[in-house]
């Protein structure tokens, strides 16, 4: 069967040999790297080219540098720049390599091709090596100095959904008479907008084709000597005449500015946004109202992340599948007593859902680990995961201070750094960048702070959920349930850390506990816990009908958490806007698009998970923090846009809908 046109699985690379022994493409009918050898074209014709083997090499001495490259192919020239960046004893701190590649290869490829001297490093690439599925994905290597971000899928669609700003440019596409979209004016005007002034561009290939395209996207193109019996390669330099206007490159972390950040809010949320600044070098003072980390939407024991297929491959599908990889790169290395990976079993809940997963069968599209039809349902990629385990395993590092009883009640911005305040207006904490991951609290923080008009410009409800644990040793029918199953409810077992928390003293050998769950309640109609366990129960109808064993009632633990949901059910992740100006004339936001607001510098926003909290919160971590220091998204930008707090306010004042409250508006500074 042929896959739909949004089908996110790829088609890999069709390998064999050609007439000299070089790995070629059935496809393309071309070979990957030069007859005179892959890891001398690397070195000869990119990093040479891009000055990355000169003394210094450009990367000298800076915190953080991008390589941008059209081809992964093998993985030659991204290993060969990995070595030379090791190699350098004035390499950048961080290193970014980002790759586009539509057929990607296997993992046993790249090792059986890779060059001698490169194995070890193909070896540590190998292992964490992705599934062909169109998107996004992030490698940390070299205990995260170096940074591979793999953009599987065609070139011209994914490079406009990129947000980097490239130092050095490698263009390694297959021949462009073989692969001419690798080549095309409109790639070349997409990478122009990823390009920093002044970055490098270096290629194999001089067509005239080649040379003319680049030079109208802004570069100064020069022929230099050639490799390998070729008589010249390609140099550019971009030096655009043109001002940008539309698209604005990611802005660095000024050097001059101490990387230090307070996070308001220490639930799965905040906990994550600490974890993935701390990881990069932050200090951080993390402040929770609470008496104790995981309160809130995070204080159930467990909770099921997993991914969330769909007929067109939707955000949600996009953000879950993306959300379920950075939560494995985000967990401990000893993670075992936190995580139970394995497929759940989704189940329908009603007959218009029946009809959704029917229609699944014909249009998903996935990887048998991601996705998968069963005779029983369909079985997707998932976790159960011990809440507050692992929010005290993100909190646990020398980097960040948790301080509990610690209520904020108001912000301030003096031009460089915030100042939180308590409700006696007492100073908590001051940093040049504060994350708000507090949940309901949040829009009440930013109108009470005069950042916006009121609390419905960052509109988040609650709602309310209950689920019990109990033996699962009595619940005998679901004794032996394998893996998690979620229909109009849920079962899960818990993993090892979370039973810790129920388990009594007096009876060590109990170690299996279920999570049954959960009810969906908003304002006005909370249920008791005996209307709640009575709802849970009868939601397992379709699992099985029969009941737990007499004695259920004595054993069991009721756990009650409070989720914080938007009106769009998409959680809110970056920068807010800042209205003052635009309200005070609402035509400058007449006709302005999301990345053409400006914005309150050093503040971000992550809230509004709701039942999604576990999937996303490592995913939109990574991507805040990438905001903040400038490094390559890992997401496209269609999925930051979907994202961005400021959507609210934008489609607001497009509305002329500035309602009551704009007198209290700040003027905290312009980052424009």
């Known amino acids: 069967m042929k896959p739909p046109a949004h089908s996110p699985l790829l088609t890999e690379a069709d390998l064999t040999l050609g007439p000299g022994g070089q790995p070629a493409s059935r496809r393309y009918g071309d070979i990957y790297a030069s007859r005179a050898g892959a890891l001398g074209q690397a070195r000869a014709v990119y990093l040479g080219g891009c000055g990355l083997l000169d003394t210094p090499a450009r990367w000298a001495g800076r915190r953080q540098f991008t390589v941008l490259e059209t081809g992964f192919g093998l993985g030659v020239n991204f290993l060969a720049t990995w070595a030379a960046w090791r ?6 701190d961080r290193l970014d390599y980002v790759s586009l590649e539509l057929h990607p290869v296997r993992a046993a490829d790249l090792l059986a091709h890779a060059p001698r001297e490169l194995q070890e490093l193909a070896a540590a690439l190998a292992t964490q ?45 297959f021949a462009p008479a073989r692969n001419p979209q690798m080549w095309s004016p409109t790639l070349f005007r997409a990478l122009a907008r990823l390009s920093k002034p002044g970055a490098v561009a270096a290629s194999y290939t001089v067509a005239h084709a080649v040379q003319h395209g680049l030079e109208d996207a802004g570069f100064t193109v020069t022929l230099q000597p050639g490799w390998g019996g070729k008589r010249q390669r390609l140099q550019a330099t971009f030096n655009p005449i043109w001002k940008r206007t539309r698209h604005t490159l990611p802005a660095a972390w000024p050097e001059a500015q101490p990387r230090h950040a307070v996070v308001i809010g220490a639930g799965l949320t905040g906990a994550a946004c600490a974890h993935a600044l701390a990881q990069r070098g932050w200090t951080v003072d993390v402040l929770e109202a609470d008496t104790r980390p995981a309160s809130g939407g995070s ?40 995580a139970r990976f394995s497929p759940a079993l989704l189940t329908p809940a009603d007959a218009a859902e029946a009809q959704r997963m029917r229609d699944w069968q014909r249009s998903v599209r996935l990887p048998p680990q991601m996705a998968q039809w069963t005779e029983a349902g369909w079985l997707v990629d ?65 109108a009470a702070s005069g950042l916006i008009p009121a609390a419905d410009w960052l509109p988040l409800h609650a709602l309310r959920g209950q689920a019990q644990a109990l033996p699962a040793r009595l619940w005998p029918a679901l004794h032996e349930l394998e893996q998690p199953w979620m229909g109009s409810g849920y079962v899960l077992r818990l993993p ?67 989720r914080a949901a938007s009106a769009d059910r998409l959680p809110y992740c970056g920068s807010l806007a800042h209205l003052a100006p635009l309200l005070a004339d609402p035509q400058r936001a007449a006709g302005k698009q999301l990345h053409e607001l400006p914005r309150l510098p050093g503040l971000a926003v992550c809230a509004g998970m709701g039942s999604r909290g576990l ?54 500074p312009v980052d424009s």
């Open 299 to 338: 204080a159930m024991p467990a909770g099921l992340a997993h991914l969330q297929p769909s007929a067109d491959d939707n955000l949600l599908s996009r953000l879950t599948r993306a959300g379920m990889a950075a939560l494995r790169r985000a967990l401990p290395p000893q993670a075992q007593d936190l």
């Open 496 to 562: 090892p850390a979370a039973v810790r928390l129920l388990q009594p003293a007096a009876d060590p050998q109990n170690t299996d506990w279920l999570l049954i769950g959960a009810t969906f309640e908003s304002d006005g109609s909370a249920l008791t816990p005996e209307q709640a366990w009575a709802h849970n129960r009868a939601s397992l109808a379709a699992l099985t009908p029969q009941p737990p064993l007499p004695q259920h009632p004595a054993a069991l633990r009721h756990f009650i958490g409070t």
């Open 87 to 92: 190699a350098d004893p004035q390499r950048c």
């Open 129 to 173: 090596w992705p599934l062909p599925v169109c998107g996004l994905h992030p490698i940390a290597l070299d205990a995260g100095r170096v940074h591979l971000l793999l953009a599987f899928g065609a070139a011209e669609d994914l490079a406009p959904k990129l947000k980097l700003a490239a130092d050095a440019i490698y263009l390694d596409g």
């Open 615 to 668: 999937t996303l919160a490592a995913l939109l971590a990574e991507t805040l923090a990438a905001r903040i220091e400038g490094t390559p998204l890992p997401i496209e930008t269609d999925l930051a846009d979907a994202l961005d707090p400021a959507r609210v306010a934008l489609r607001r004042l497009r509305q002329g809908q500035a309602g009551a409250g704009t007198d209290r508006m700040g003027s905290a």
């Open 382 to 446: 998932s976790a159960v995961l011990a809440n507050q385990a692992l929010c005290a395993a993100w909190l646990e590092s020398p980097h960040i201070t948790l301080r509990c009883n610690t209520q904020a009640a108001a912000l301030q911005h003096d031009g460089s750094l915030w100042t939180v305040l308590d409700p006696a207006g007492r100073c908590l904490a001051r940093a040049p960048q504060l994350v708000l991951a507090s949940a309901l609290q949040t829009p009440q923080l930013l």
